[in-house]
């Protein structure tokens, strides 16, 4: 997996492998770093330009701004001390069809998305007692009672966007206090008042990875095969605020 930088730009490819292995390429501005010290709060804007090498990539692919909430990390040898917390992002992001990342069921869970979310900030501390109950999701019933409750409590906003990935396009994604504003071309494509709270970082990023959590409460993940290596490419890269 590597990331390549190009000229002004850079190049994240995975290479072609079998499901059930996890490939990933990424360029990130928080892996050191705790949480409360993620560069982003209230406000950022993210310019870049983008290409994809093919319109329905296996997994995962985008770029925008997260707190990394599903992370486990013990601060062992150096590394961030994170457990997991509920999501904020405002971000361009791509899901093939055997992912369904929507806790709505009026929202699109896959395809090329402009997509915000919003959560209360809960210490993870106290969200820990729910990996006991991990056992009682393979009840159809409580799982989709488990939805339910997640999309009361996760604010949450997108739309499915239909372009040519595979071609140069101009990206803007622009978030500021109550507002989160996503333009392609100069145009723009989609506002929503849906606003990421906390401190978030930056993430640009493709995968072979999936994720399911369906109306009908199937949940599923894993790794998905690429028979071909897959690649994004981006141009003109500005991120502001300055850090």
């Known amino acids: 997996m590597t990331a390549l930088e190009s000229g002004n730009g850079w190049r994240l490819e995975i290479p072609s492998g079998p499901a059930g292995k996890y490939r990933l390429a990424q360029l990130d ?3 050191p770093l705790n949480r409360r010290r993620f560069p982003y709060g209230v406000t950022g804007s993210l310019s870049l330009r983008c290409r994809v090498s093919a319109p329905s990539l296996p997994g995962t692919w985008g770029f925008g701004f997260w707190n990394d909430p599903f992370v486990v990390s013990f601060g062992i040898q150096g590394a961030p001390r994170r457990l997991p917390v509920l999501p904020n992002a405002a971000w361009f992001f791509h899901a093939s069809g055997q992912n369904h990342l929507s806790f709505r069921d009026h929202l699109p869970g896959n395809g090329f998305l402009a997509q915000a979310f919003s959560s209360p900030k809960i210490p993870s501390v106290m969200l820990a007692p729910a990996l006991l109950a991990a056992p009682l999701l393979l009840s159809r019933q409580l799982s989709r009672w488990l939805r339910a409750a997640c999309g009361r409590v996760i604010g949450e906003d997108s739309t499915r966007l239909e372009l040519d990935a595979t071609a140069w396009h101009a990206y ?6 109550g507002n989160v504003e996503f333009s392609i071309d100069g145009t723009t494509v989609f506002e929503t008042r849906i606003n990421p709270q906390g401190r978030l970082g ?3 990023w493709i995968d072979n990875q999936f994720a399911a959590f369906t109306p009908d409460g199937r949940i599923g993940a894993g790794a998905q095969a690429n028979p071909v290596p897959a690649w994004m490419e981006i141009m003109d ?3 502001s605020p300055e850090r």
């Open 29 to 31: 501005d928080y892996y």
């Open 172 to 177: 803007r994604l622009v978030w500021q206090p």
């Open 202 to 204: 930056l993430v640009i």
């Open 237 to 239: 890269l500005e991120i």
